[in-house]
Structure formats: C-alpha cells, structure tokens
C-alpha cells in the first residue's frame, strides 16, 4: 500500500497567495519527484531531487528533499489560475527496484 | 505528436467484457509501467516491464494482465471487467540511463467506464 502521506489534500486559494505541500513517510528515500497533473493530462514533471537537504527551483517552485530522507516540501509562490491541477510527489526507494511510490496527491484550486 | 500515447482515450463498457487499452512509445524508453489513478488514492502501479522479456506484477496486478509487443509497446488488458476497476489508467515510460534516475514519462491517460 501507500507509504507517503502527502498534504494537504486539497487547497483553495486566491491568486497570488503562496503555496506549501508536503510529503511524508516512515521510511527512507533516495530519489523524491514533484509531478502535477493538468485536467484530463497525465502527470508532468516539475522537480526531481536526488540528494538530502537538495533545494532546487524551477520558476516559482522551490522543492526541497529532507535532512532525514523521509519527506519533501513543495513551495509556490505568487500561485496564478493555470497552477490549477493535482500536484504529485513521488520517491524511489534503495530497495523498491526502481519502482516510484506516489503520494496521494494535493488537488489545488486557484481563485482568480 | 506525443511521446506516450495511449488509446482508447475514454472507454465505457459492461462487466463481464474483455477490454484492452494501448500504450506507444516514441521515446526510446525500455522500461515501461501500467498505474491506475483513483480519487485520493494517488497513482498506484499495475504491472511493469523493464525490457521485452521482463514482465513484473505490481500492487495491484489481480484481474490484469499485460503484454510487451516490442520495446515501444506494452498493452494492459482486462479479461472480465468489473465496476471497480472503473478509473483512470495511465502508461509510463523510463530510462534512467538518459534521466539518471527512474523519472517516469506519463501518456494523458485512458478513463475505463465499467457498468
């Protein structure tokens, strides 16, 4: 079953605000991705991160990969109505033979 | 044209009847996934397959089956559809010799209906 605990599940916000979802697990991860799926479009990466305490940008996302290796956060800021969508995270685990595990998902709603 | 295609795009059918849904590549990818998306159940996987001969089960692999054509083919099948396997399917790709790690490519998607 699912082993990352993403949240929150859903955000409705006003354009302009910031961001902020995260993802947790009990266990050990060596690679956490970003993903955000547009309606009716499959999953599109945003972020990859390979290293703990990584923080890397792409625009307005900032996503960083945890001290412990046991979660990641995803920033944005000054959020716009096309950052409407179902954002992912993912991890990779040393022993999960480079299977993804995926987060439940942050459905994220933008208030023009 | 899309790296990762997926057809049918929308299917609705009765329980009890076969159904195959298609995935091409176009990346060159060898590794390639079946996930199901169900809502706030995230994207669990299917089956994969990490070369035309390798076929492996995932979580959730009962009343599946797959099948790797050819390196840029790999079709999921339904023997006996039933309601609760009404969802959203997807087909992924990865190479992690070219992205240096295991980061999935995504088609858009087929929505199964199952009445």
């Known amino acids: 079953g699912q082993q990352l605990n993403q949240s929150p599940q859903s955000m409705f916000i006003q354009e302009g605000e910031d961001v902020s979802m995260n993802c947790t697990s009990s266990?050990?991860?060596?690679?956490w991705l970003w993903y955000k799926q547009d309606p009716g479009e499959g999953p599109v990466l945003l972020i990859a991160?390979?290293?703990?305490?990584e923080l890397t940008s792409n625009g307005r996302l900032t996503a960083q990969f945890g001290i412990t290796r046991k979660d990641s956060f995803l920033n944005i800021s000054a959020s716009i109505p096309s950052d409407v969508g179902i954002y992912f995270c993912?991890?990779?685990?040393?022993?999960?033979?480079?299977?993804?595990?995926f987060g439940e998902g942050t459905q994220l709603t933008v208030n023009p | 044209d899309a790296d990762v295609t997926q057809t049918p795009r929308n299917r609705i059918t009765k329980t009890g009847k076969r159904i195959m849904l298609e995935c091409s590549q176009t990346?060159?990818?060898?590794?390639m996934y079946w996930y199901r998306q169900d809502p706030g159940l995230g994207l669990r996987l299917i089956y994969y397959?990490?070369?035309?001969?390798?076929?492996n089960k995932g979580e959730i692999s009962d009343g599946y089956s797959v099948s790797r054509q050819a390196q840029a083919k790999f079709s999921l099948s339904l023997e006996s559809a039933i309601p609760n396997q009404t969802a959203l399917y997807f087909c992924?790709?990865?190479?992690?010799?070219?992205?240096?790690?295991?980061?999935?490519?995504f088609g858009a998607g087929s929505r199964l209906t199952v009445l």
């Open positions: 990346k060159g990818h060898d590794r």
């Open positions: 266990s050990i991860f060596n690679t």
């Open positions: 992924a790709t990865s190479d992690p010799r070219i992205s240096g790690a295991n980061v999935l490519t």
């Open positions: 993912a991890g990779l685990q040393e022993t999960s033979g480079s299977r993804l595990t």
């Open positions: 991160l390979y290293k703990a305490g």
């Open positions: 397959s990490f070369d035309v001969k390798d076929i």
